[in-house]
Structure formats: structure tokens, C-alpha cells
Nanobody, 126 residues
């Protein structure tokens, strides 16, 4: 069991920024990769970003590359997703998730991720 708690969502204008946090149980970041997914209304849940516990490698969906940054804050048991230059297309519920493995890999299927947070709403609108 890996409890995950997201926070930091809200309403922001296009071009603005938000900082999402995923608080995890102690030492989780030492053993498990953590990913961010998002799901917009009527759309399937999609992978956004992931950070590996083994080598701290990071991965980003093409749609967010160059705008989003994922990082670990070990002292706070938190994974942060810094989102800049937000677009209306970024509007979604954002979830953090753990796959039960130390690396992100290339498979971002939701079936690989067995631990999920409750989600936090991000709305980008003028």
C-alpha cells in the first residue's frame, strides 16, 4: 500500500503556472517511481510525467515537454510537478501514481500503476 495525496490544483489563466505536489509515505521515493497522469472530461487517463527512483531519470509526454518539470523533494516525501506556460488543453484532473517498481519504463498504461492518489483539479481558462 502506497498512499498518495495530491495538492496544488486550481484555476489559472493560460500562460500561467501551477505547482502540484504528491505527498507519499515515508521512503517511498527511495523505492518507487512516481508518475503524474491526467484525465480530462471525456478523455482517457494519460501519462504526463514520471521520475524514477533508481537513477532519477525523468520522462515527459510530448505535449508537456519543455513546460512541465518533475522533481523529488525527499525531505518532504513529495514529488512536485511544476507546470509552466499552461494551456487550456492542460485542463484535467491530475493524479499521481506509483507503479510498484523503481523505474518508469516506457509503459505508461494505467494498468501498470497500482497506487493512485485522489486527484487534484487543474483548470486553465481565461
Amino acid at each position: 500500500q502506497v498512499p498518495l495525496v495530491e495538492s496544488g490544483g486550481g484555476l489559472v489563466q493560460p500562460g500561467g503556472s501551477l505547482r502540484l505536489s504528491c505527498e507519499v509515505s515515508g521512503r517511498t521515493l527511495d523505492y518507487y517511481a512516481i508518475a503524474w497522469f491526467r484525465q480530462a472530461p471525456g478523455k482517457e487517463r494519460e501519462g504526463v510525467s514520471c521520475i524514477s527512483a533508481t537513477d532519477d531519470s525523468t520522462y515527459y509526454a510530448d505535449s508537456v515537454k519543455g513546460r512541465f518539470t518533475i522533481s523529488q523533494e525527499f525531505a518532504k516525501n513529495t514529488v512536485v510537478l511544476q507546470m509552466n506556460s499552461l494551456k487550456s488543453e492542460d485542463t484535467a484532473v491530475y493524479y499521481c501514481a506509483a507503479p510498484g517498481r523503481s523505474f518508469c519504463g516506457t509503459d505508461w498504461s494505467v494498468n501498470v500503476y497500482h497506487h493512485w492518489g485522489q486527484g487534484t483539479q487543474v483548470t486553465v481558462s481565461s
